[in-house]
């Protein structure tokens, strides 16, 4: 049997049915597990909780980072081994474990190369985005590690198109067509709405799309809706899943073993409070993330890593958009604090951060602890804003020049706005003199906003020529109205879990691989041990791991 859910109706239910390779979940992770254990000669299953495909996936952007990948060489960019682990290695805490960082770096191209030949992935080096720590040994501050979509054609999925996540907001471009890509425009209108009646898209919808397509071009059908309540064991191994579809109880046998890919715990509140090193007030994934594959996990007695550590980002509750399930929703806000005319305070009023630095290393401030207050000083922060900002740089889905959402706090001078948000006058009041007389200088004395070229790529280029370097996010908050929002302390998911060895094999306590259970992607302690290496830093682990644990499954013996 190639694929699952044809082969297997009637039988679900009453039966235990059998595969050679279980995948729980159809995230990006997920979907590479199921080629590579699909092409490596396995039959496989692939199990998804929700009613939807792709998870975080396919809300993403997308891109992809892989040091050395196959879209470098074609184009002659040159990169090595040895540059990404000193990268890496000159940003560890102590998280890294060698085996499978090494995994990753050695099998990233490996791995991306599978799966572009596999008709799952059609990429190119997204030109000029820079690591996101471009003053280590190794970084590459010109980019070419990061990796972008070409558009797909969501007709060739047919009725499979509508259960991919979110597909209701399409995405008819790509990143490198776009000012955070790297261009100096969006693509007109008009392109865009021919994209829309085309049903093209891009970013990680494109990414989801194609994986998608090129497991249903396989016989290989995602089988929704199941929700797994344990793991079979035979002895000390893993063989196959128990649980509930629709409501109905449903069972399924592993031959070889089970992949879990279920993403984050960032939904599941008690995992969030128990686990992370601080306070996350606002997720910008899905809430797809519920730690489903994390309590199976331990439920195995899997040895845990990473646990405190996300993909930190700040991000800002748009309270007329929440999710379709009716949960917040919020975004990750990148331009808006970049860009000039915008600066952050946290509840005493004060800057407490260069603010474009890049966003996972951003949210540690969050979690800075006071102990004469024992609270969380930069918690509530705020973005406060200008009319030159408003006229000039979006806020979230709101574009340039378009009204201020109701919900944005406002007044016409800057002691008004501070009464609006609760802060103290005189203390915003002074930050943002202060700002100004270094922003008119063209500097950050302060926090170094500005200083590195990470701090350019999203600020507002156009000021380059005319103001010099700095001048692309720095500048005066000075003309009325002045705005406020509230920005949260959030994550794109979660980045720890069972421990893997190289292979992808989920590891017991004792160190040893536990028969039969292996993991990727977000689900799992990240290869990376949680170092956001540049734009794409989730997805190339999250892909070779899929890819390694698929391989690895397939080829284990019965
Ligand atoms: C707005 C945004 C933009 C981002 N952009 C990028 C980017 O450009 N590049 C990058 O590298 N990272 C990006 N990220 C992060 C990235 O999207 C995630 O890290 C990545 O998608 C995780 O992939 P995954 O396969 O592990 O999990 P997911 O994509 O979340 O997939 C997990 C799947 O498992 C399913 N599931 C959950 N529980 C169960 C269960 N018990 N049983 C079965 N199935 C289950 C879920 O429904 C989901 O379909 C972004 C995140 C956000 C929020």
């Avoid at 540059?83 to 990233?108: I, N």
């Avoid at 128990?274 to 994390?294: K, M």
């Avoid at 200008?386 to 944005?408: C, H, I, K, N």
């Avoid at 609006?420 to 915003?428: M, N, P, Q, S, T």
Wanted: glycine share 14%; charged share 20%.
């Amino acid at each position: 049997m190639t694929g699952c859910r044809a082969a297997l109706p009637g039988r679900l239910t009453t039966g235990m049915s059998e595969v050679d390779v279980i995948i729980l979940g159809t995230g990006a992770a997920g979907m590479a597990a199921a080629l590579a254990a699909h092409d490596a000669g396995a039959s496989v299953a692939l199990v998804e909780r929700w009613d939807r495909i792709g998870g975080t996936s396919a809300i993403s952007g997308g891109v992809i980072w892989v040091a050395d990948n196959p879209r470098m060489r074609a184009a002659g960019m040159s990169d090595s081994r040895e540059d990404a682990l000193a990268y890496f290695r000159s940003l560890d805490h102590g998280d890294l474990v060698p085996e499978t960082l090494e995994a990753f770096v050695d099998r990233g191209p490996e791995a991306l190369a599978f799966l572009e030949d596999a008709g799952a992935l059609a990429v190119s080096v997204l030109p000029g985005y820079p690591d996101y720590y471009t003053d280590r040994p190794g970084a590459k501050p010109q980019g070419s590690r990061a990796l972008d979509h070409d558009l797909f054609d969501l007709t060739t999925l047919g009725e499979w198109a509508t259960k991919i996540y979110a597909i209701e907001e399409p995405k008819p471009l790509m990143l490198r067509e776009t000012p955070l890509g790297g261009a100096s425009a969006m693509p007109p209108m008009e392109v865009l709405g021919q994209r829309m009646a085309a049903r093209q898209c891009g970013f990680g919808q494109a990414m989801v799309a194609r994986l998608l397509k090129a497991c249903l071009t396989r016989g290989i059908e995602p089988i929704l809706g199941v929700e797994t309540k344990r793991l079979v064991r035979d002895g000390e191994r893993i063989t196959g899943i128990e649980g509930t579809k629709d409501g109905a109880p449903f069972a399924l046998a592993a031959r070889r073993g089970v992949i879990i890919t279920t993403g984050g715990f960032e939904w599941d509140a008690e995992a969030r409070q128990t686990f992370l090193r601080g306070p996350v007030t606002a997720p910008a994934s899905p809430p797809t993330g519920t730690g489903g594959g994390l309590k199976l996990a331990m439920a195995a007695g899997a040895k845990l890593g990473n646990m405190t550590s996300a993909w930190w980002a700040p991000t800002l509750v748009t309270p007329d958009a929440p999710w379709a399930s009716g949960e917040p929703r919020a975004q990750i806000i990148l331009i808006e604090r970049t860009v000039p005319h915008s600066i952050m305070v946290n509840r005493s009023g004060q800057r407490f951060c260069n603010e474009a630095a890049n966003y996972s290393a951003l949210g540690g401030v969050f979690h800075q602890f006071d102990p004469a207050t024992y609270d969380y000083a930069n918690l509530p922060a705020w973005l406060i804003f200008d009319a030159q900002y408003a006229a000039r740089y979006p806020l979230g889905t709101r574009q340039p020049g378009q009204p201020m959402p109701d919900w944005v706090a406002r007044a016409d001078t800057l002691e008004g706005l501070a009464g609006e948000i609760g802060l103290e006058a005189d203390a915003l009041v002074e930050t943002v003199a202060r700002f100004n007389v270094h922003a008119d200088e063209g500097r950050d004395p302060e926090f170094g906003r500005g200083n590195s070229a990470y701090d350019h790529f999203y600020g507002d280029r156009s000021r380059a020529k005319e103001k010099g370097g700095a001048a692309v996010t720095l500048g005066a908050i000075r003309e009325a109205p002045f705005y406020a929002v509230e920005i949260s302390s959030g994550l794109l998911g979660t980045n720890g879990g069972p421990r893997t060895d190289g292979q992808a094999r989920i590891l017991g306590h004792d160190g040893a691989p536990i028969p039969g259970l292996l993991g990727a992607g977000n689900a799992i302690a990240c290869p990376t041990g949680g170092i956001y290496a540049g734009a794409g830093g989730t997805l190339g682990p999250a892909l070779t791991f899929g890819y390694i644990a698929g391989r690895t499954a397939a080829l284990a013996n019965a």
